[in-house]
């Protein structure tokens, strides 16, 4: 297997893990700020673990990477409050797809920081994305699933702004996974207990079994996934992550149905199926113009390559 499908391989385990996230924060039963505080609370042991190997494998993390991790810790601290509101909102799996707007944010703003200018196929696909995310709101459909949809996709839109400035942080501060993820980790653990009273406060002490499940979302997606996520995040294009993360919104829209119950309106899943097409048309590079893109050697690190789609 060479070295980019071993990539792409990654991401998409990572993001296959991180779709039970949802799932797993309705099992809870907590409140917002309570499951998105406990996730990362619970989470930091094993990272520091995992960084402190890192660490002496490789050596400190530069101070650029240490404040860029952060800056991702603040505002992946915005994206877990938002996002479990969201959740709360509109369930699982419609909140899921809300929060995977990301693609078309990273896409510009990788274009902007990076270089990696996308195709115009995006400028297309972007308000087509868009009236899928109208449909999901309910706003045309007295049968809308979720206890306030409108107030869900408002969550789930600043979940996507949140998402993308943490996606983008990560792969501009190191092509480390452990020490940027532990620092990270860290940093959105603190700044949600700080932010909590204004999302509705967290309850320090939840009982059993939603401990049980906020143990699961810690080990599972918050450290298992989000490592592989972001070892993958500096070794391939940013719009290419983004794309290959949508295996979570549908993936978590599959769990949610199954396993809670979960039934959007017809509508609504319509606007699930418009949102998918629209992101993969536009984040798709057109076959007859192969652009320069950075690609992992064999020995991890990043290199110029021409290619053709993304």
Same mark, same amino acid.
């Given at each position: 297997m060479s070295a980019h499908r071993r990539i792409v391989l990654i991401a998409i385990v990572g993001a296959l893990i991180i779709s039970t996230s949802a799932p797993l924060v309705r099992l809870s039963g907590v409140s917002p700020a309570t499951s998105a505080l406990f996730?990362?609370?619970?989470?930091?042991? $094993? +990272? !520091?673990?995992? #960084?402190?190997?890192?660490?002496?494998?490789?050596?400190?993390?530069?101070?650029?990477?240490?404040?860029?991790s952060w800056a991702a810790g603040v505002v992946f601290a915005l994206d877990l409050l938002f996002w479990h509101h969201a959740i709360a909102y509109v369930g699982a799996g419609l909140a899921t797809v809300l929060g995977n707007l990301q693609v078309f944010i990273v896409a510009f703003a990788a274009w902007a920081l990076f270089g990696e200018r996308p195709s115009t196929r995006l400028m297309v696909g972007t308000p087509v994305v868009f009236a899928g995310v109208v449909l999901i709101s309910g706003v045309f459909d007295s049968a809308a699933y979720?206890?306030? $949809? +409108? !107030?869900?996709? #408002?969550?789930?839109?600043?979940?996507?702004l949140s998402y993308a400035a943490y996606l983008l942080l990560l792969k501009g501060g190191s092509d480390r996974a452990a020490g940027p993820l532990a620092h990270a980790t860290v940093v959105a653990t603190v700044a949600i207990a700080a932010l909590s009273p204004v999302f509705g406060g967290a309850?320090?002490?939840?009982?059993?079994?939603?401990?049980?499940?906020?143990?699961?979302?810690?080990?599972?997606?918050?450290?298992?996934?989000?490592?592989?996520i972001t070892y993958s995040l500096p070794r391939q294009p940013a719009a290419l992550t983004a794309l290959l993360l949508l295996v979570q919104p549908m993936s978590t829209v599959a769990i949610s149905t199954l396993v809670l119950g979960e039934r959007p309106s017809v509508l609504q899943l319509a606007g699930c199926a418009v949102v998918v097409v629209g992101v993969l048309y536009g984040s798709r590079r057109p076959p007859a113009r192969a652009s320069a893109e950075k690609v992992p050697s064999d020995d991890g690190r990043v290199s110029s390559a021409r290619s053709g789609p993304a």
């Open positions: 996730r990362c609370a619970y989470a930091v042991p $094993p +990272m !520091l673990v995992l #960084a402190w190997l890192e660490r002496r494998r490789f050596g400190p993390l530069p101070r650029r990477a240490v404040l860029m979720g206890s306030d $949809p +409108m !107030l869900g996709v #408002a969550a789930g839109i600043a979940t996507s309850d320090l002490m939840p009982s059993w079994p939603a401990h049980g499940w906020l143990v699961l979302l810690a080990l599972g997606p918050q450290v298992v996934g989000w490592s592989l």
